[in-house]
């Protein structure tokens, strides 16, 4: 029991991340909702779309400066690890991982490109609409802003499918496991 005494009081995300986090939550949530029933022009969903790619490059330098918890050398784990741990989710019991679980940080990773992927498909697609255009889409031949059309749909169902895992993953933990995985990342340390 003192172990767990001790792990309760450990901070586990700093408040970066937890900002990174729920500033992510909201410009990826508001702008799916706008993409799909906003206003014909585009404009607040292009502005959401900016603040994914801001906060994208954030997270990239503060996997590399960050506290322990935060850089990506702490939570990427080779394939052995991640297979072990796959194998040890049947178990009831609290993982007690401190941040990312080696199967919740190459989520963290997938996330991240798919993330980086509709930013960047965003930038450079062109519907043809001539009010919804990315901004860098005269700057590409017009084959690839057609392209980026396409994979910029593909790429956010893709993102509906890794939302969902994570919510299930976090349904997963609160009622299998029992271990609270909201909390910490609205106060920075285990409940």
């Known amino acids: 029991m003192r172990a767990r005494n001790i792990l309760a009081d450990e901070q586990i995300w700093d408040?970066?991340?937890?900002?990174?986090?729920w500033s992510l939550v909201v410009a990826v949530v508001g702008g799916w909702l706008l993409g799909?029933?906003?206003?014909?022009?585009m404009t607040l969903h292009f502005w959401a779309g900016y603040a994914v790619g801001a906060l994208i490059l954030f997270r990239l330098m503060w996997g590399f400066v960050g506290p322990r918890n935060a850089r990506f050398a702490s939570f990427l784990r080779g394939p052995g690890a991640v297979m072990a741990y796959v194998r040890s989710l049947p178990k009831r019991a609290a993982g007690w991982a401190t941040g990312h679980n080696p199967l919740g940080g190459w989520s963290v990773v997938a996330m991240l490109l798919v993330l980086a992927g509709q930013v960047a498909t965003g930038l450079?697609?062109?519907?043809?609409?001539?009010?919804?255009?990315?901004?860098?889409?005269?700057a590409v031949p017009?084959?690839?802003?057609?392209?980026?059309?396409?994979?910029?749909?593909?790429?956010?169902v893709v993102l509906l499918v890794l939302v969902a895992l994570h919510v299930a993953a976090i349904l997963f933990y609160r009622f299998w496991k029992r271990e609270d995985l909201v909390t910490p990342m609205v106060t920075g340390r285990r409940p």
């Open 15 to 21: 408040p970066a991340i937890r900002l990174f986090h």
């Open 36 to 41: 799909h029933f906003g206003p014909l022009q």
């Open 124 to 138: 450079i697609l062109d519907p043809e609409d001539y009010i919804n255009t990315g901004p860098l889409a005269e």
């Open 142 to 156: 017009a084959e690839w802003s057609r392209w980026a059309l396409g994979m910029h749909h593909r790429l956010g």
